[in-house]
């Protein structure tokens, strides 16, 4: 009896599974290129996120306060 020709035999379902790992790998599509630095906004429009969408946003805080300036915005309230 030739177990490659069996149905369900063990080699015969570890070759198609190789042979189907090797046709994906071979088949295998390009993956999409994507700009990360463009989003797309609800209403469609493409915002860089390398820019400001609010030009009047303040940017975030440069340097961290001191417990002395945490102090003193305390006292003078």
């Given at each position: 009896m030739?177990?490659?020709?069996?149905?369900?035999?063990?080699?015969?379902?570890?070759?198609?599974?190789?042979?189907?790992?090797?046709?994906?790998i071979?088949?295998?599509k390009?993956?999409p290129?994507?700009?990360f630095?463009?989003?797309v906004?609800?209403d469609?429009t493409e915002?860089?996120?390398?820019?400001?969408?609010?030009?009047?946003?303040?940017?975030?805080v440069?340097?961290?306060?001191?417990?002395?300036?945490?102090?003193?915005?305390?006292?003078?309230g």
């Open positions: 030739d177990h490659d020709s069996a149905e369900g035999a063990p080699d015969a379902r570890l070759n198609q599974q190789v042979d189907n790992a090797i046709r994906a071979q088949q295998k390009p993956r290129e994507i700009d630095t463009i989003h906004m609800e469609g915002v860089s996120t390398q820019e400001r969408v609010c030009k009047g946003t303040v940017g975030g440069v340097e961290r306060s001191g417990r002395e300036n945490a102090h003193d915005e305390c006292a003078s």
